[in-house]
């Protein structure tokens, strides 16, 4: 069955760096769409960046360009999130899901409905 497994948030001061991980398992790896997308408490989840797993095209939410990398290790089928400058407001829970690849070819973050496999999720605090 398809995994996701999160790893890497934690707390960190304003300005920081963290890197997260994604683990997936269970599925043709290279023919997806995979993405990060975050919830703060009382807030509704939000896109964050995606990645087209065979093409390597990536898109990022507003909110993060030119802070955060999306990338990929295709020999670990793991896709990994660089959060650089952090702010207060990028405190969230971050989840990693993925989905079919055509969700990847529009220049828009897809919906987290139209996602079909979620991590559980890896806390990310910056104070």
């Known amino acids: 069955h398809v995994q996701l497994v999160e790893s890497g948030g934690g707390s960190v001061q304003a300005g920081g760096s963290l890197r997260l991980s994604c683990a997936a398992s269970?599925?043709?790896?290279?023919?997806?769409?995979m993405a990060w997308f975050r919830q703060a408490p009382g807030k509704e989840r939000e896109g964050v960046a995606r990645?087209?797993?065979?093409?390597?095209?990536?898109y990022y939410a507003d909110s993060v360009k030119g802070r955060f990398t999306i990338s990929q290790d295709k020999a670990k089928n793991t896709v990994y999130l660089q959060m650089n400058s952090l702010k207060p407001e990028d405190t969230a829970m971050y989840y990693c899901?993925?989905?079919?690849?055509?969700?990847?070819?529009?220049?828009?973050?897809?919906?987290?409905?139209?996602?079909?496999?979620w991590g559980q999720g890896t806390q990310v605090t910056v104070s």
């Open positions: 269970g599925y043709t790896y290279n023919r997806n769409c």
């Open positions: 990645i087209a797993t065979g093409s390597g095209n990536t």
């Open positions: 899901a993925a989905t079919g690849r055509q969700w990847c070819y529009m220049q828009y973050m897809p919906r987290s409905i139209d996602f079909q496999y």
